[in-house]
Structures are given as structure tokens and as C-alpha cells.
């Protein structure tokens, strides 16, 4: 006898234009590694950016009791989350694209639906 299961997926949207909001991180996941951040720039160099970084709004975050930090590891004030695109993925792929002087505008960015 013959089972049949529906599998769900979750679907990705691509983010073409970043409007009015800038990165951060989510506190408390793991910091960005300057050596990791380093070999990222090299392989970026060499194949371009072939991940997407993966994003949700600021504001989501927070609805579910997280907080965001900037770039730099400084706490963003609750009120201001919807000014910020919380990297979930990608954090050190991020980091090597603006140390190369990349456009952002131009970057692959994934936020899940």
C-alpha cells in the first residue's frame, strides 16, 4: 500500500532594492571572525557573492522578543527596529562586502516569507 505526504516548504523572496533600512545583527548570536571575514573576501573577489544573505525586518525581531545590535556590537533602541534588516545568515559574507566597498544595492539579499 502506497503513503503519500505533503511536504511544506518555506519560500524565499529576493530583495532587490533595500529601502530606508540599514544591516544589523541579531544580539546575542555568534560574533563575526576576522579570519572568517577575511577568507570570505578573498572567495568573494574570486567568484563574486554566490549566498544570499538572509534577512528579516527589525521589527519582526523584536515582536519576537529579540533585540538588534548595529554592526559594530552597539544595542539599537526598540523603537528603532523598523529602520534595520536583521541579518539571520550571512553575517560574516556582510561584513567581507563592505570591507571590499561593495554597493549594497547590489547584493544578493533573501528575506524568508
Do not use: W
Not at 511544506?8 to 548570536?29: H, P
Not at 571572525?33 to 563574486?48: D, F, P, R
Not at 549566498?51 to 523603537?79: A, C, F, Q, R, W
Request: hydrophobic share 40%; net charge positive.
Amino acid at each position: 500500500m502506497r503513503s503519500t505526504r505533503t511536504i511544506k516548504m518555506k519560500k524565499m523572496s529576493v530583495i532587490s532594492v533595500i529601502v530606508n533600512r540599514s544591516f544589523a545583527f541579531v544580539k546575542g548570536n555568534r560574533p563575526t571572525n576576522a579570519k572568517t571575514v577575511k577568507a570570505k573576501e578573498k572567495s568573494i573577489k574570486e567568484y563574486g557573492q554566490l549566498s544570499p544573505i538572509t534577512v528579516v525586518k527589525g521589527e519582526d525581531v523584536y515582536l519576537m522578543d529579540g533585540h538588534l545590535v548595529d554592526l559594530d556590537g552597539n544595542d539599537i533602541p526598540d523603537d528603532q527596529t523598523e529602520n534595520y534588516y536583521a541579518v539571520l545568515d550571512g553575517q560574516h559574507r556582510l561584513m567581507a562586502c563592505l570591507k571590499l566597498g561593495m554597493n549594497l544595492d547590489n547584493l544578493v539579499i533573501a528575506e524568508p516569507l
